[in-house]
């Protein structure tokens, strides 16, 4: 008999990338290797950002306006490309956050049903 392991990570659903990326620019203007080791940091490495997903995430948030860009130098000396949150994005991000507890909150309803034993 053999038994399925967990998955040692969640994929992420469709459109969390841009809140994951702007509640995380919430704390400040960061990089973007910063931004994907804080998502992994924060989500107990349940959640990973691949370079390939997180770049053009980071390019279509700043086509919005939801996020502006500036060459600065990294705490290593290096010339890095740093995001900040705008306030248009700081709007979005309380839009986004909402929408997530609200689905959340569906969910929870659905997959713990308070009226109904799980037979």
């Known amino acids: ?7 040692s990570r969640v994929e ?6 841009d809140l994951l990326i702007l ?6 203007p960061t990089h973007g290797h ?4 804080h998502i992994q940091r924060t989500s107990e490495d349940l959640l990973q950002v691949e370079t390939g997903s997180l770049y053009p ?19 290593k000396g290096k010339r890095a490309k740093y995001y ?4 248009l994005g700081r709007k979005q991000l309380a839009t986004e956050q909402s929408k997530w507890q609200a689905f959340a909150r569906a969910m929870g309803l659905i997959l713990n049903p308070v009226d109904q034993e799980v037979k």
Do not use: N
């Open 84 to 87: 900040r949150l705008t306030p």
């Open 23 to 28: 509640r995380t620019l919430l704390a400040g």
């Open 57 to 75: 995430a980071l390019h279509r948030l700043e086509a919005k306006s939801w996020v502006a860009a500036s060459w600065e130098l990294s705490d």
């Open 34 to 37: 910063a931004i994907a080791k």
């Open 1 to 7: 008999m053999s038994r399925k392991k967990p998955p």
């Open 12 to 17: 992420l659903l469709q459109g969390t990338l």
